[in-house]
């Protein structure tokens, strides 16, 4: 199988004793395609290179018996009447190869399909081919390079789809290149009436059982790709697609290359069209160059093949963090440039410490998380650390690692014990079948016994830590509220019931956040360090710039003289 033509389809030539018409049916034949006649009025009676012509494609199929393809080589001015003739004559698919075929003669042409249950591919394509079975229309040139260039999906193979003709031969050669089979590549045509659109053909793809990944060169202009999109979220396509989209630099009302390729009123726009099919979960590549290597990753982890090199799978140890190449840099699999200014820095830290980018929302979270605690005034351990190395005229660098290595079990590093504590309510509620504020109330109590302290809960100034209510409201936002976060709430409960102010604090909040999210817990106290980073290095500068070396440092006693209270409705958008 294949779609939409293979070895056996029978195909009729119109325009055959043209200059086109006649050279293409001779590299179609060499090529395999089984050209069973062909077709220009008046001529009907000769023979070009022994496959007999006849007046019109009715007399044709009246003459040898059902005909599956047409493919049209003749001037735009006479498309219309030829593909009408073949429709009408129960031709099902008809290729209209010509350029400037008018967008009226077009629409005509696909109101004749209707009622006809045929289709039509094109107008202004290359055709289509099915490597080792047949090509129809111009793809590939010479029969010789094309069967070279372009590799039979034998057991399966890839479908590529085009909006641009040169670019789907391009295509097939670099997933040749790299040893990618194909089913077959389709080119849709660049005009703005087609008949298969990229959506049809993903479908057809979808269908076909020789196809086991959809390979797509969009571009810019119409809603094809958006389609797509759609059709990938609504289930009808499962088979992976992944994608370049052409036009990334194109301006709004500028026609890149194809009539159809162009943006009106914000409509399809690349920006729009990566987003969509992304979202929808799609592989799309920034460079063309990048997609046959994206193609044999996806068909690698399809088979659950390693996606190692053999000098990785030799090297003397691995990473999973990072790969660095000469001109590249890839973080957990994702090229550097690509995510920089794509990705916020909360989801970057996410993808570093998780291996996967997060949800939208869940990188609004992660950037709440650092901004919360980037820092917490002058005076907590990590900043006096900090300051009190740098006043002795240590460098930069030392006087931050001074306060990082102050970040401990009660200072900053309450995180991943918080987390831990609210897991062992969670589970204990779930393993003793009682309710978290029970199952709170006894282990607080099974603490105190033992004299443990809950981690995360009280701040020695905040009654009410504003910080927690906000990440909390996010973390909702997100659609987060998983064992550790109620368990958070009930211990905050038991403590309000035993007459004790100890709400969850900034450190609790995070180390419950973290773990509904399902991060492991060694990195925790790693997020806060992160966060706090920019405020040491704040601090450490300061020190150097405005208090005098070896300075005895108040640990309480100290005033604010920075810019006065003032909102961010005032501020530049961030
Ligand atoms: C279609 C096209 C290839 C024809 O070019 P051509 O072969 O040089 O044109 P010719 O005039 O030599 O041949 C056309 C033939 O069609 C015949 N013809 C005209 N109307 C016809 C009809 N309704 N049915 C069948 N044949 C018809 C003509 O009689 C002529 O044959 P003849 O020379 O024996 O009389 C050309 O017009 C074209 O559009 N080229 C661009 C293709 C392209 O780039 N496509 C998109 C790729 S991205």
Not at 116 to 122: D, E, I, K, M, R
Not at 126 to 140: C, E, N, R, T
Not at 424 to 432: C, G, M, N, Q, V
């Amino acid at each position: 199988m294949a779609i939409l033509i293979d070895k056996k389809k029978r195909v009729l030539v119109q325009g055959i004793t043209g200059r086109e018409g006649r050279a293409r049916t001779r590299l179609m034949r060499e090529y395999g395609t089984n050209v069973v006649a062909g077709v220009t009025p008046g001529k009907g009676g000769q023979s070009v290179l022994g496959v007999p012509v006849f007046n019109t494609p009715d007399e044709a199929v009246k003459s040898l018996g059902t005909i599956d393809v047409s493919v049209v080589f003749v001037p735009a001015a006479g498309v219309k009447d030829a593909a009408i003739s073949a429709i009408e004559a129960g031709i099902k698919l008809t290729v209209l190869v010509p350029d400037r075929v008018p967008v009226w003669d077009a629409m005509e042409i696909a109101a004749a399909t209707k009622g006809n249950g045929a289709t039509f591919l094109g107008p202004n394509t290359l055709g289509v081919l099915s490597p080792g079975k047949a090509v129809v229309g111009m793809i590939g040139g010479r029969a010789e390079s094309a069967r070279q260039w372009f590799k039979p999906g034998v057991p399966k193979g890839v479908g590529v789809i085009s909006r641009s003709g040169g670019m789907a031969s391009s295509t097939g050669y670099y997933l040749g290149q790299a040893g990618v089979r194909i089913s077959t590549i389709v080119h849709i045509g660049g005009d703005a009436v087609i008949g298969i659109r990229l959506p049809d053909a993903a479908l057809m793809f979808e269908n076909d059982p020789l196809t086991e990944a959809i390979v797509i060169f969009g571009e810019i202009g119409s809603s094809q790709e958006e389609e797509l999109a759609q059709l990938i979220i609504d289930g009808k396509i499962t088979k992976p697609v992944i994608a370049y989209i052409g036009g990334k630099a194109a301006r709004e009302g500028t026609r890149f290359s194809h009539a159809g390729a162009i943006i009106e009123g914000g409509r399809g726009t690349y920006a729009g069209k990566v987003k969509a099919l992304r979202e929808a979960g799609a592989v799309l590549v920034d460079a063309f160059g990048d997609l046959p290597d994206a193609v044999v990753n996806i068909l690698k982890k399809m088979k659950g093949e390693s996606l190692m090199s053999v000098a990785d799978k030799n090297a003397v140890w691995n990473t999973a963090i990072t790969r660095v190449e000469p001109n590249k840099v890839a973080v957990r699999g994702y090229n550097i440039a690509e995510l920089m200014g794509r990705v916020s820095f909360g989801a970057a830290v996410y993808l570093t410490l998780t291996g996967e980018l997060p949800l939208p929302a869940i990188a609004r979270l992660m950037d709440a998380i650092l901004v919360s605690s980037i820092d917490h005034g002058a005076t907590p351990p990590s900043a006096l650390a900090a300051r009190t190395v740098a006043s002795t005229g240590a460098a930069l660098s030392a006087s931050v690692a001074a306060g990082i290595m102050s970040i401990n079990r009660h200072h900053g590093g309450a995180i991943e014990d918080c987390a831990r504590q609210l897991k062992a309510i969670a589970d204990r509620a779930a393993r003793e079948s009682i309710s978290m504020d029970e199952a709170a109330t006894r282990t607080l109590a099974t603490m105190r016994e033992a004299g443990e302290r809950m981690s995360g809960f009280g701040h020695r100034l905040h009654t009410k830590d504003p910080r927690t209510t906000r990440l909390f409201e996010l973390a909702r936002e997100a659609g987060l509220d998983g064992a550790h976060m109620q368990a958070a709430r009930a211990v905050e409960k038991a403590f309000a019931q035993a007459k004790k102010v100890l709400p969850i604090n900034v450190d609790g909040a995070i180390g419950a956040i973290l773990a509904d999210l399902g991060m492991n817990p060694a990195a925790f106290n790693g997020v806060f360090m992160i966060a706090r980073t920019p405020g040491l290095i704040a601090h450490v500068i300061e020190e150097q710039n405005r208090e005098k070396p070896m300075r005895r440092i108040d640990p309480v006693n100290h005033g604010y003289d920075g810019p006065p209270a003032r909102s961010l409705s005032d501020a530049p958008s961030p």
